[in-house]
């Protein structure tokens, strides 16, 4: 575990950018917090480091949004509006792995999401956030090894 003190959006956006390029070649981010935390904002850095360009949409309302990277493909998913895990059939989650998934409210999924590799948990912390980095598998606990802000 490692918790990290962000001042702004710029530091979310370093961290971001530091875990897009120490990242392994598949990984799973699970996203926690709540509304306005920068859940997007810290997704948002982590693709753009790792070279997509155009418009980044929150996929707030499309629920997923998938981008193609120098080597595969990632996925972005926001479930705050899911009811029920079971929605997600219709989205075809299982029909091809992607290179990195970051998940936003991952536990409106629960069941339907692959394991996740990292969990960063974003909360208030006087003016800024606090991140709390969680790794979950072997590939997650050395990325974490990797993390340095």
Known sequence: MMRLDLENDEATERLGQVLAVTRP?????????ALGMGKSTLARAILRKLGVQGPIRSPSYTLLER???SEGEAWHLDL???ADA??????????VAADLWL???PEHGEGFLPAADLR???SQSGTGRAAVLCA???????WLTKVSI
């Open 80 to 82: 705050y509006r899911i």
């Open 136 to 142: 979950d598998s072997e590939a997650g606990a050395e």
């Open 103 to 105: 998940v936003e409210w």
């Open 67 to 69: 981008y193609p990277l």
């Open 25 to 33: 070649n598949s990984a799973v981010v699970y996203l926690h917090g």
């Open 86 to 95: 079971g929605e997600l059939d219709f989205l075809g989650l299982d029909e």
């Open 120 to 122: 960063i948990s974003l």
